[in-house]
């Protein structure tokens, strides 16, 4: 059955791994029948900061208030073009495939401004205007599925679980967790080669089939299985019930496989 599959990615160089990574998963996805739709942020000169400029017809003029100015433009309508574009693309994906270098232990800025920005309250948070009822497994994204694939500089090693750098599916917890599984979204353990600054032509080949295995698996692979804040394991909506995970403590925590999550 054909999806629709919006990739996103971040890097100004056309030759970059980022790059062979982002047209190997073009190549894939249609071969595979799905319909693609793409967000070259770097191609597109991406306003990256969100300011008072993303919101033409303010609530407040004497004072910027982001929740309220976002919700009322969201409502309204009245958000930039730009803006309202890539929210278009985003209802019409079935799942989403973030392709990035890690740079400083996260987004490249450019990506984290498109979140920023096209994130608004009354989709991706605060969803039917009901403040924090619908996060964490809910919210306006749910039912699309994401995934992270990212290009890492460093060697495995710095990202094993004991690794100098740390696991890196904790460092990227404020993304999968954070953004994207408070929206809503089923989000997959993420896909990342190592050690890119000094990759063969063999390796690069191999790095490209890996990618293809996990678009394979895109619609069927398990996500990472966060707890839902309307699951019950968190009976105020705040924290974890004492008999859930206990003796548990930050990350791993909100993770029901915490043993995995390495």
Not at 239 to 248: H, M, S, V
Request: net charge negative; charged share 20%.
């Amino acid at each position: 059955m054909q999806k629709t599959v919006l990739l996103i990615h971040a890097h100004p160089e056309p030759t970059s791994l980022t790059r062979t990574l982002v047209e190997a998963a073009k190549t894939s996805l249609l071969a595979s029948g799905h319909r693609v739709l793409e967000s070259d942020l770097y191609a597109m000169n991406w306003k990256a900061v969100f300011d008072a400029a993303d919101f033409p017809q303010r609530v407040n003029e004497d004072r910027l208030c982001f929740v309220s100015e976002s919700g009322n433009a969201y409502a309204k309508r009245a958000q930039t073009q730009d803006v309202e574009d890539e929210q278009a693309k985003l209802r019409q994906a079935d799942a989403i495939v973030f392709q990035f270098p890690i740079w400083w232990f996260s987004f490249p800025a450019i990506l984290k401004g498109w979140v920023d920005r096209v994130f608004a309250y009354g989709l991706a948070y605060g969803y039917k205007d009901a403040g924090n009822q619908h996060r964490y497994g809910e919210g306006g994204f749910a039912g699309k599925r994401a995934l992270l694939s990212v290009t890492v500089g460093g060697p495995f090693e710095d990202y094993g679980a004991r690794g100098i750098n740390g696991s890196l599916e904790q460092i990227l917890f404020p993304i999968t967790h954070g953004t994207l599984f408070f929206s809503g979204m089923e989000v997959l353990p993420t896909f990342a080669v190592y050690g890119t600054g000094r990759l063969s032509e063999a390796e690069t080949g191999l790095a490209i089939e890996g990618l293809n295995n996990r678009l394979d698996g895109l619609f069927t692979d398990a996500p990472i299985p966060f707890r839902a804040q309307n699951s019950g394991d968190y009976q105020d909506k705040h924290q974890l019930a004492a008999e859930i995970a206990p003796g548990r403590t930050g990350i791993v925590a909100h993770h029901a496989e915490p043993d995995l999550f390495v």
